[in-house]
């Protein structure tokens, strides 16, 4: 039962986005030149209530989301931004993008950033939500940018969602997210100031106004073109209608997969709580050949698996190799010898390297119906049993 797409890009159709037919009805896709409310207008207004922000920004992906959020803070070049040392490497990237250093933070054993290891005094934390699994944010630091591509709909243990309870939080409508566009992204600030700084960076430093050409006022920055587009943020409208039922069915087969995956020796449920998105069922093995194992005879029954081994940043070439395609090999050498740079571990990462080793997701299927999603978690259920 190999699922074709995954989560959001299931449920994208046709009939459910008005906003896209009329946006190519007026030919006119740049969100400034649409008739008002623009597409985009329309998604930052339902993102923000959705997930308790004070306002929203659209922007083209992701990655530029975090670089947005990273610029609003007024950074310094060459300042330390610490990171998990479990996540994808664009939050790596998105640092070095903005002339600042990424510095590895190891993890817990949920593989959230351990704010313990944060030198006193820390001033840039991004805190990567991964695969669902809502992270403790560090307290007493001024800027803690929440990453929330995987999480989108989470909720922290006081109930607030995920993305808004840090300076800024970041989401993801890559194709392989929650909700997609294909690509996009999105910025949520809990200051409505922020948002002025934020929206302006994004259209080359200006405070345009509908309709009219950019406006430059005394005193303006410079900027980027990162504007949100008609199309793709119609989309965005369609898929965040449909949140909160997708989250329910995750909570579901979430549900039903933990009834039929039967305890045995060597496997054990590394167990989400309630405020996460439930993406995947994480199992914890005895050993990486037993891991490994279990990936390959589910691959072989057709069924969908994954392990993080990939998202140990110090083990990432990006990070590792320090290569930059400026000839004076910036920002990181703005970091040579500086002990500031180090990435922050008890014991070298051995434990975190030694536990993704042993880890294994199964991704859930929101669009299944009850009969069907049952039925993937005895198929998976049967190939564990047979390890």
Request: charged share 25%.
């Amino acid at each position: 039962m190999l699922r074709p797409l995954p989560y959001g890009a299931n449920y994208l159709g046709w009939q459910e986005t008005p906003e896209l037919r009329q946006a190519l009805d007026n030919k006119v896709l740049f969100r400034y030149s649409a008739p008002a409310p623009s597409n985009a207008d329309l998604l930052e207004a339902h993102a923000a209530e959705r997930l308790g922000a004070a306002r929203a920004l659209a922007v083209p992906n992701g990655t530029q989301a975090l670089r947005v959020a990273l610029m609003g803070t007024r950074p310094r070049v060459g300042e330390p931004v610490y990171i998990p040392a479990v996540t994808f490497v664009a939050v790596a990237g998105a640092v070095l993008s903005c002339g600042l250093i990424p510095v590895p933070v190891d993890v817990d054993e949920r593989f959230g950033l351990d704010a313990s290891l944060l030198p006193e005094g820390a001033e840039r934390v991004i805190v990567a939500h991964m695969e669902g699994l809502v992270a403790d944010l560090p307290e007493h630091v001024p800027y803690v940018i929440e990453d929330t591509a995987q999480a989108m709909g989470g909720r922290h243990e006081d109930g607030r969602c995920a993305g808004s309870v840090g300076y800024a939080g970041t989401f993801s409508f890559h194709h392989a997210k929650i909700l997609t566009s294909g690509e996009g992204g999105l910025v949520v600030v809990r200051d409505p100031a922020d948002w002025d700084v934020l929206r302006s960076y994004t259209d080359h430093g200006s405070a345009r106004e509908q309709g009219k050409y950019p406006a430059f006022e005394p005193g303006a920055f410079y900027g980027e073109n990162l504007c949100a587009n008609e199309a793709v943020t119609a989309v965005q409208l369609q898929q965040f209608r449909l949140l909160d039922e997708i989250l329910e069915s995750l909570e579901r087969h979430y549900a039903l997969t933990l009834e039929t995956v039967a305890a045995r020796p060597g496997i054990e449920v590394s167990p989400k709580r309630a405020g996460d998105v439930k993406t995947s069922v994480r199992l914890l093995l005895d050993s990486r050949e037993l891991r490994d194992g279990a990936l390959d005879r589910l691959a072989e029954q057709g069924l969908p698996c994954w392990s993080l081994d990939k998202y140990l940043l110090p083990d990432h070439p990006v990070v590792a190799g320090r290569a930059s395609l400026y000839a004076d090999g910036f920002p990181w050498n703005l970091a040579d010898g500086d002990d500031r740079f180090r990435a922050l571990s008890r014991d070298g990462f051995t434990a975190t390297r030694e536990r993704l080793g042993r880890t294994l997701c199964i991704p859930l299927a929101p669009e299944l119906d009850v009969e069907n999603q049952t039925l993937m978690a005895k198929q998976v259920a049967s190939v564990l049993a047979a390890l």
